[in-house]
């Protein structure tokens, strides 16, 4: 699998954007980053993904490095529903689509 | 469009019974996969079905079980129920098996056992 690494927590200013990084270093050329979002008792609710270029949806923005080995997740106009643990995840192990979640990152919108 | 719904929200059953979860995918979606989601082991895969077929199975005990119907609902069925079987247990659909098809997932059965 190919692991990410993000910050543990992050706090921003409600109406401000939110850039939230992950690094992914042993990604491959050819493997998807995927961002999920999962609020206490819900769901993992998909955001957005990329490959190579740069990508937006209505949620979000996302930025990948040239050299793909980090990207970074934007909330151009945060709220306080987008309080939640942001997961930046590799491609799916193996042939299963497995997720598999690491530790994630906190973000709090603050009022 | 309507999201992936499970049924129940909620169970509490006790052990040596056994339970089933119902999930609706997203209208077109042919994928659908289970996980459980617990605070000590995190998230983790059960088995993903496409086409009524089972195409992957994760590290779970013969007692968890599934199947896909031909309209790409699913339910799972956990039998003998154990105390550590009490978990979110998670649906999730996806439009095919490609790995440039997100997964989207419900808001889950919440299992307590007693």
């Known amino acids: 699998d190919a692991k990410t690494t993000q910050p543990t927590s992050m706090d921003c200013a409600e109406g401000r954007a939110a850039n939230l990084p992950c690094n992914h270093s042993t990604i491959s050329g050819n493997e998807y980053v995927y961002w999920y979002r999962q609020i206490h008792s819900q769901g993992p609710q998909y955001i957005i993904h990329g490959l190579k270029n740069n990508e937006t949806n209505e949620m979000a923005s996302l930025i990948i490095t040239e050299d793909r080995k980090s990207s970074t997740l934007i909330l151009p106009h945060a709220t306080l529903r987008d309080t939640a643990v942001y997961y930046c995840i590799g491609p799916p192990s193996g042939s299963a689509r497995q997720l598999t979640f690491g530790s994630g990152t906190q973000l709090t919108v603050l009022p | 469009k309507a999201g992936v719904t499970q049924t129940p929200r909620y169970l509490i059953k006790t052990r040596g019974q056994q339970v089933t979860l119902s999930c609706s995918p997203i209208s077109g979606h042919r994928s659908v996969s289970w996980y459980q989601q617990t605070p000590g082991q995190g998230l983790q895969f059960l088995f993903e079905?496409?086409?009524?077929?089972?195409?992957n199975k994760g590290n779970f005990p013969g007692r968890f079980s599934g199947r896909q119907f031909s309209n790409s609902r699913s339910e799972m069925n956990v039998s003998t129920l154990e105390l550590g079987d009490s978990a979110l247990y998670l649906c999730?659909?996806?439009?095919?098996?490609?790995?440039?098809?997100?997964?989207?997932f419900g808001n889950g059965t919440r299992l307590t056992v007693t």
């Open positions: 079905y496409f086409s009524e077929t089972q195409r």
């Open positions: 999730a659909s996806s439009l095919d098996l490609s790995y440039n098809s997100p997964l989207h």
